[in-house]
């Protein structure tokens, strides 16, 4: 009998933190699912899709093999519409603290192959439980321009 192996490895701690992720949680949000994925290129991925049946939001989370994370984007599933983090900041970026911008948000996603996920989700934890609050909430939605300059 053969035994197949994870896709993401034995040591999965990104599978592992994203699923006690206590910010998710905080805010009412339910780990629902977790979808391989295969990105252009041939690249191995997964979906860590979160959702808050009160709400009717969404946040999915895309963890790219042997790169780290990938893009982490909020959901209003009642109006069927969605942007992703760095938009969101990049649109906001005279409104936020230097600790909550765009540049450091990448600059931490791009290391998590150093540094693990722990910094990207504290950074997103920050963002959530901040200025994202009313949208995660239900309270509010924005609109938000998408970046199709890939800067």
Same mark, same amino acid.
């Given at each position: $009998? ?9 040591s999965d701690n990104t599978k592992r933190q994203l699923e006690n992720w206590d910010c998710a949680t905080k805010l009412g949000y339910t780990l @629902? ?5 295969? $990105? ?17 939001? #969404? @946040? ?13 984007? @909020? ?12 938009? &969101? ?26 540094? #693990? ?19 995660? $909430?239900?309270?509010? &939605? ?10």
């Open positions: $009998m053969k035994i197949s192996r994870p896709l993401f490895g034995e @629902i699912a977790i979808k391989p994925k295969i $990105m252009p290129g041939g690249t191995k991925a997964r979906e860590f899709i979160f959702q808050n049946n009160e709400t009717n939001r #969404g @946040i999915e989370v895309l963890d790219f093999f042997l790169r780290g994370i990938g893009l982490v984007s @909020i959901e209003n599933l009642s109006i069927n519409d969605s942007f992703f983090i760095k938009d &969101w900041l990049d649109y906001h970026a005279t409104d936020l603290p230097e600790e909550l911008s765009r540049e450091k948000y990448l600059k931490l996603k791009y290391a998590t192959k150093d540094t #693990g996920i722990g910094p990207v989700l504290d950074f997103l934890e920050e963002l959530f439980l901040g200025p994202l609050e009313p949208i995660l $909430m239900g309270e509010t &939605w924005e609109d938000v321009p998408w970046d199709d300059t890939y800067k």
